[in-house]
């Protein structure tokens, strides 16, 4: 298995044990903003370990912050809604692989944009994808 593979398996690992976490989270009745805080300080803790192994200078320049900011809005406004869906009564079986589909957004518009190849085999992997999720939503 090659670099980059291994290290998606491990984000999908990761990420997986992150949502089911949220589910933990909402069960035991947390209050959502604290929580929010809690895993962003990781971020920042991540963050920093990196820089610090990476030894580069700490640059910031316009467009990170306009990019990073637009991830950071959307991942937010994300994570708060299937929050919200979790706390008000969905089940993880079902919002889970709903979230799941940000998957069509982010292939379409790498398609559109950088104009990587959606090829017929990408295009079935898509709609196995989707028949999957439709399936475990019910």
Do not use: W
Not at 84 to 92: F, H, R, V
């Amino acid at each position: 298995m090659n670099i980059p593979v291994t290290l998606a398996v491990i984000s999908l690992v990761c990420m997986g044990l992150s949502s089911f976490m949220n589910k933990v989270a909402v069960t035991d009745g947390l209050y959502f903003p604290p929580f929010l805080m809690i895993i962003n300080v990781c971020y920042i803790v991540m963050a920093l370990i990196i820089h610090m192994n990476q030894k580069q200078a700490f640059v910031v320049t316009p467009r990170m912050l306009g990019v990073g900011g637009l991830v950071g809005l959307f991942g937010a406004i994300g994570y708060a809604c299937m929050f919200y869906a979790l706390d008000n009564g969905g089940a993880g079986s079902v919002v889970f692989p709903i979230v799941g589909l940000g998957v069509i957004v982010s292939v379409s518009l790498s398609a559109m944009i950088y104009h990587e190849p959606l090829t017929t085999t990408r295009l079935v992997g898509l709609g196995l994808g989707i028949g999957s999720i439709v399936l475990l939503s019910r």
